[in-house]
Protein backbone atom coordinates (compact mmCIF):
# COMPACT_ATOMS: atom_id res chain seq x y z
CA UNK A 1 0.00 0.00 0.00
CA UNK A 2 1.00 3.48 -0.78
CA UNK A 3 2.75 5.45 2.37
CA UNK A 4 0.32 8.37 3.42
CA UNK A 5 -2.53 6.85 0.72
CA UNK A 6 -6.30 6.23 2.21
CA UNK A 7 -7.03 3.63 4.40
CA UNK A 8 -9.95 1.19 3.80
CA UNK A 9 -10.44 -2.41 3.67
CA UNK A 10 -9.79 -4.76 6.95
CA UNK A 11 -6.80 -5.06 7.79
CA UNK A 12 -5.61 -8.28 6.76
CA UNK A 13 -6.50 -7.33 3.19
CA UNK A 14 -4.73 -3.97 3.18
CA UNK A 15 -1.82 -6.20 4.66
CA UNK A 16 -1.67 -8.37 2.19
CA UNK A 17 -2.35 -11.44 4.77
CA UNK A 18 -0.89 -12.64 7.68
CA UNK A 19 2.60 -12.37 6.91
CA UNK A 20 2.95 -9.09 5.76
CA UNK A 21 1.64 -7.52 9.10
CA UNK A 22 4.91 -5.17 9.85
CA UNK A 23 4.17 -1.85 9.85
CA UNK A 24 7.33 -0.39 8.60
CA UNK A 25 8.51 -2.72 5.97
CA UNK A 26 10.50 -1.36 3.21
CA UNK A 27 10.68 1.79 4.86
CA UNK A 28 14.13 4.00 5.39
CA UNK A 29 13.64 5.76 8.84
CA UNK A 30 16.38 8.68 10.06
CA UNK A 31 16.44 8.59 13.70
CA UNK A 32 17.84 11.42 15.71
CA UNK A 33 19.86 11.19 18.75
CA UNK A 34 19.51 7.25 18.80
CA UNK A 35 22.23 6.66 21.17
CA UNK A 36 20.33 6.96 24.41
CA UNK A 37 16.22 6.93 26.07
CA UNK A 38 13.75 7.75 23.32
CA UNK A 39 15.60 7.22 20.26
CA UNK A 40 17.32 4.21 21.17
CA UNK A 41 14.13 2.86 22.13
CA UNK A 42 12.11 3.82 18.88
CA UNK A 43 15.36 2.68 16.75
CA UNK A 44 14.49 -0.74 17.97
CA UNK A 45 10.97 -0.72 17.99
CA UNK A 46 11.10 0.69 14.19
CA UNK A 47 13.88 -2.26 13.27
CA UNK A 48 11.48 -4.88 14.71
CA UNK A 49 8.99 -3.28 12.53
CA UNK A 50 10.55 -3.91 9.71
CA UNK A 51 12.56 -0.71 8.92
CA UNK A 52 16.14 0.62 7.68
CA UNK A 53 16.65 2.23 10.75
CA UNK A 54 20.08 5.02 10.43
CA UNK A 55 20.60 6.52 13.36
CA UNK A 56 22.26 9.58 14.27
CA UNK A 57 24.21 10.97 17.49
CA UNK A 58 27.18 12.28 19.14
CA UNK A 59 27.76 9.72 21.04
CA UNK A 60 29.36 7.03 18.81
CA UNK A 61 30.01 4.25 21.66
CA UNK A 62 26.51 4.03 22.58
CA UNK A 63 25.53 4.61 18.99
CA UNK A 64 27.61 1.65 17.45
CA UNK A 65 25.53 -0.21 20.48
CA UNK A 66 22.65 0.37 19.00
CA UNK A 67 23.20 -0.53 15.73
CA UNK A 68 24.67 -4.16 17.38
CA UNK A 69 21.82 -4.64 18.96
CA UNK A 70 19.63 -4.29 15.67
CA UNK A 71 21.54 -6.39 13.50
CA UNK A 72 21.59 -8.89 16.37
CA UNK A 73 18.09 -8.96 16.65
CA UNK A 74 18.24 -9.57 12.41
CA UNK A 75 16.76 -5.73 11.85
CA UNK A 76 18.54 -3.20 9.46
CA UNK A 77 20.63 -0.70 11.46
CA UNK A 78 23.17 2.01 10.52
CA UNK A 79 25.12 4.39 13.09
CA UNK A 80 26.26 7.43 11.59
CA UNK A 81 28.56 9.98 14.11
CA UNK A 82 26.12 13.60 13.26
CA UNK A 83 25.85 16.41 15.66
CA UNK A 84 22.62 18.02 14.42
CA UNK A 85 23.32 20.84 15.04
CA UNK A 86 25.69 21.29 12.43
CA UNK A 87 24.88 21.53 8.71
CA UNK A 88 27.93 19.67 7.45
CA UNK A 89 27.21 16.87 9.79
CA UNK A 90 23.49 16.49 8.73
CA UNK A 91 24.45 16.83 4.85
CA UNK A 92 26.79 13.85 5.63
CA UNK A 93 24.01 12.03 7.03
CA UNK A 94 21.38 12.32 4.57
CA UNK A 95 23.97 11.41 1.82
CA UNK A 96 23.72 7.93 4.18
CA UNK A 97 19.82 8.07 3.59
CA UNK A 98 20.34 8.85 -0.22
CA UNK A 99 23.22 5.91 -0.80
CA UNK A 100 19.97 3.09 1.16
CA UNK A 101 17.42 4.80 -1.54
CA UNK A 102 16.10 8.02 -0.13
CA UNK A 103 14.39 8.57 3.24
CA UNK A 104 11.02 7.86 3.87
CA UNK A 105 10.21 8.64 7.93
CA UNK A 106 12.63 11.55 9.78
CA UNK A 107 12.62 11.33 13.33
CA UNK A 108 14.00 14.24 14.78
CA UNK A 109 14.54 13.15 18.24
CA UNK A 110 17.81 14.56 19.37
CA UNK A 111 17.74 17.29 22.12
CA UNK A 112 19.81 18.23 25.11
CA UNK A 113 18.18 19.99 29.00
CA UNK A 114 19.14 23.30 29.42
CA UNK A 115 17.97 23.71 33.28
CA UNK A 116 18.17 27.25 33.34
CA UNK A 117 15.52 30.55 34.60
CA UNK A 118 16.01 32.84 32.33
CA UNK A 119 18.35 35.51 34.12
CA UNK A 120 20.87 32.74 35.09
CA UNK A 121 20.51 31.80 31.21
CA UNK A 122 23.87 32.75 29.42
CA UNK A 123 24.09 33.34 25.56
CA UNK A 124 26.09 30.21 24.98
CA UNK A 125 23.43 28.17 26.71
CA UNK A 126 20.63 30.15 24.78
CA UNK A 127 22.24 29.12 21.38
CA UNK A 128 23.43 25.74 22.94
CA UNK A 129 19.01 25.23 23.34
CA UNK A 130 18.19 26.72 20.22
CA UNK A 131 20.42 24.80 18.19
CA UNK A 132 19.98 21.04 19.31
CA UNK A 133 16.41 21.53 20.35
CA UNK A 134 15.23 23.25 17.16
CA UNK A 135 17.81 24.42 14.67
CA UNK A 136 18.37 20.78 14.40
CA UNK A 137 15.17 19.97 13.63
CA UNK A 138 14.91 23.01 10.68
CA UNK A 139 18.31 21.50 9.01
CA UNK A 140 17.09 17.41 8.90
CA UNK A 141 14.18 18.46 7.08
CA UNK A 142 15.81 20.80 4.74
CA UNK A 143 18.13 17.85 4.07
CA UNK A 144 15.34 15.50 4.09
CA UNK A 145 12.93 17.36 1.99
CA UNK A 146 14.52 16.62 -1.73
CA UNK A 147 14.39 12.43 -0.87
CA UNK A 148 10.81 12.36 0.13
CA UNK A 149 9.49 14.86 -2.79
CA UNK A 150 12.03 12.95 -5.18
CA UNK A 151 9.60 9.70 -3.54
CA UNK A 152 6.22 12.20 -3.70
CA UNK A 153 5.48 11.08 -0.06
CA UNK A 154 6.89 11.39 3.23
CA UNK A 155 6.75 11.27 7.06
CA UNK A 156 8.31 13.37 9.73
CA UNK A 157 8.26 13.38 13.35
CA UNK A 158 9.40 15.63 15.94
CA UNK A 159 9.97 15.07 19.71
CA UNK A 160 8.84 18.53 21.21
CA UNK A 161 8.03 18.66 24.82
CA UNK A 162 5.09 19.14 27.26
CA UNK A 163 7.91 21.98 28.25
CA UNK A 164 6.95 23.62 24.68
CA UNK A 165 3.13 24.05 25.79
CA UNK A 166 3.03 24.86 29.09
CA UNK A 167 5.50 26.56 31.35
CA UNK A 168 8.57 24.67 32.23
CA UNK A 169 11.38 24.73 34.51
CA UNK A 170 13.41 26.08 31.76
CA UNK A 171 12.75 29.26 29.27
CA UNK A 172 15.33 28.25 26.64
CA UNK A 173 14.10 25.07 26.49
CA UNK A 174 10.51 25.74 26.34
CA UNK A 175 11.35 28.47 23.51
CA UNK A 176 13.00 25.84 21.38
CA UNK A 177 10.17 23.04 22.05
CA UNK A 178 7.40 25.53 21.43
CA UNK A 179 9.22 26.52 18.12
CA UNK A 180 9.05 23.05 16.92
CA UNK A 181 4.92 23.34 17.19
CA UNK A 182 4.96 26.12 15.37
CA UNK A 183 7.36 24.66 12.79
CA UNK A 184 5.19 21.45 13.01
CA UNK A 185 2.14 23.24 11.88
CA UNK A 186 3.59 25.58 9.67
CA UNK A 187 5.04 22.33 7.66
CA UNK A 188 2.25 20.45 7.61
CA UNK A 189 0.16 23.24 5.78
CA UNK A 190 3.24 24.09 3.46
CA UNK A 191 4.28 20.15 2.86
CA UNK A 192 0.33 18.22 2.69
CA UNK A 193 -0.09 19.04 -1.14
CA UNK A 194 3.52 17.04 -1.57
CA UNK A 195 1.85 14.27 0.31
CA UNK A 196 4.07 14.28 3.48
CA UNK A 197 2.50 14.73 6.52
CA UNK A 198 4.13 16.31 9.30
CA UNK A 199 3.85 16.20 13.22
CA UNK A 200 5.29 16.55 16.69
CA UNK A 201 5.25 14.40 20.13
CA UNK A 202 5.09 16.36 23.56
CA UNK A 203 6.09 13.89 25.87
CA UNK A 204 5.69 14.75 29.34
CA UNK A 205 8.53 13.16 32.30
CA UNK A 206 9.43 9.94 30.76
CA UNK A 207 12.10 7.80 32.29
CA UNK A 208 15.11 8.07 30.43
CA UNK A 209 19.19 9.27 31.18
CA UNK A 210 17.60 13.39 30.45
CA UNK A 211 15.11 13.08 32.96
CA UNK A 212 17.72 11.85 35.80
CA UNK A 213 20.50 14.17 34.83
CA UNK A 214 17.33 16.87 35.13
CA UNK A 215 16.33 15.40 38.50
CA UNK A 216 19.78 15.14 39.79
CA UNK A 217 20.40 18.36 39.39
CA UNK A 218 17.60 19.64 41.42
CA UNK A 219 18.84 17.57 44.86
CA UNK A 220 17.75 14.97 46.62
CA UNK A 221 16.48 12.59 43.65
CA UNK A 222 13.94 10.64 45.81
CA UNK A 223 11.81 14.01 46.88
CA UNK A 224 12.07 15.58 43.47
CA UNK A 225 10.51 12.50 41.40
CA UNK A 226 7.41 11.84 44.13
CA UNK A 227 6.79 15.65 44.02
CA UNK A 228 6.78 15.65 40.35
CA UNK A 229 4.79 12.77 40.03
CA UNK A 230 2.31 14.21 41.90
CA UNK A 231 1.36 16.09 38.68
CA UNK A 232 0.95 13.23 37.04
CA UNK A 233 -2.86 11.59 36.94
CA UNK A 234 -1.92 8.42 35.56
CA UNK A 235 0.52 8.32 39.04
CA UNK A 236 4.11 7.75 37.38
CA UNK A 237 6.42 8.58 34.71
CA UNK A 238 6.35 7.72 31.26
CA UNK A 239 8.48 5.18 29.64
CA UNK A 240 10.91 5.67 26.77
CA UNK A 241 9.00 2.50 24.83
CA UNK A 242 5.83 4.18 25.43
CA UNK A 243 7.27 7.37 23.28
CA UNK A 244 8.82 5.08 20.79
CA UNK A 245 5.12 3.32 20.45
CA UNK A 246 3.63 6.76 19.76
CA UNK A 247 6.81 7.87 17.27
CA UNK A 248 5.69 4.40 15.14
CA UNK A 249 1.93 5.16 14.86
CA UNK A 250 2.89 8.20 13.64
CA UNK A 251 5.73 6.79 11.21
CA UNK A 252 2.99 4.45 9.83
CA UNK A 253 0.48 4.34 7.81
CA UNK A 254 -1.79 3.93 10.34
CA UNK A 255 -1.99 7.50 10.73
CA UNK A 256 -2.18 8.59 7.35
CA UNK A 257 -5.00 11.54 7.98
CA UNK A 258 -3.23 12.60 10.53
CA UNK A 259 -0.93 15.86 10.10
CA UNK A 260 -0.01 18.62 11.71
CA UNK A 261 -0.96 16.94 15.12
CA UNK A 262 0.91 18.30 18.40
CA UNK A 263 0.23 15.08 20.16
CA UNK A 264 1.12 15.09 24.35
CA UNK A 265 2.06 11.61 25.52
CA UNK A 266 2.04 12.90 29.28
CA UNK A 267 -0.17 10.39 31.36
CA UNK A 268 -2.50 13.64 32.10
CA UNK A 269 -0.07 15.87 32.74
CA UNK A 270 -1.06 18.86 30.56
CA UNK A 271 -4.41 18.00 31.36
CA UNK A 272 -4.62 19.35 34.87
N1 LIG B 1 12.94 12.37 28.92
C1 LIG B 1 12.02 13.29 29.07
O1 LIG B 1 11.46 13.45 30.16
C2 LIG B 1 11.60 14.14 27.90
C3 LIG B 1 10.44 14.92 28.05
C4 LIG B 1 10.03 15.71 27.00
C5 LIG B 1 10.75 15.74 25.81
N2 LIG B 1 11.87 14.99 25.68
C6 LIG B 1 12.59 15.08 24.42
O2 LIG B 1 12.73 13.81 23.86
C7 LIG B 1 13.95 13.73 23.12
C8 LIG B 1 14.76 12.54 23.59
O3 LIG B 1 15.02 12.72 24.97
P1 LIG B 1 15.65 11.60 25.91
O4 LIG B 1 15.01 11.78 27.22
O5 LIG B 1 15.67 10.29 25.24
O6 LIG B 1 17.14 12.21 26.02
P2 LIG B 1 18.56 11.49 26.32
O7 LIG B 1 19.46 12.57 26.79
O8 LIG B 1 18.34 10.33 27.18
O9 LIG B 1 18.98 11.05 24.86
C9 LIG B 1 19.19 12.06 23.89
C10 LIG B 1 20.19 11.61 22.85
O10 LIG B 1 20.42 12.74 21.99
C11 LIG B 1 21.83 12.82 21.73
N3 LIG B 1 22.21 14.17 21.34
C12 LIG B 1 22.33 15.26 22.16
N4 LIG B 1 22.78 16.30 21.43
C13 LIG B 1 22.94 15.86 20.14
C14 LIG B 1 23.39 16.48 18.94
N5 LIG B 1 23.77 17.76 18.92
N6 LIG B 1 23.41 15.75 17.82
C15 LIG B 1 23.04 14.44 17.85
N7 LIG B 1 22.63 13.80 18.95
C16 LIG B 1 22.58 14.52 20.09
C17 LIG B 1 22.46 12.38 23.04
O11 LIG B 1 23.82 11.98 22.83
C18 LIG B 1 21.55 11.22 23.45
O12 LIG B 1 21.98 10.00 22.91
C19 LIG B 1 14.63 15.07 23.33
O13 LIG B 1 14.35 15.93 22.25
C20 LIG B 1 14.00 15.60 24.59
O14 LIG B 1 14.07 16.99 24.67
C21 LIG B 1 12.31 14.18 26.71
Not at 124 to 137: A, G, I, Q
Request: with cysteine; glycine share 12%; aromatic share 6%.
Amino acid sequence: MDHNSPRSGTVLARAGGLTALKRLGNKIVVITGVSAGIGRASALLFAEEGATVIGADIDEIQGAEVEADIREAGGMGYFVKADVSKQKDVANLFVKAKELGGVDVLFNNAGVEVVKSLPDTTEEEWDRSVSVNLKSVFLCIKHALPQMEEKGKGVIISNSSAAGLVGSFSPSYSAAKGGIISLTKALAVDLGPSNIRVNCICPGAIETPMLERVIEMQGNPKKVRERRIKNYPIGRFGTAEEVAYTALFLASDDSSFITGAVLPVDGGFTSR
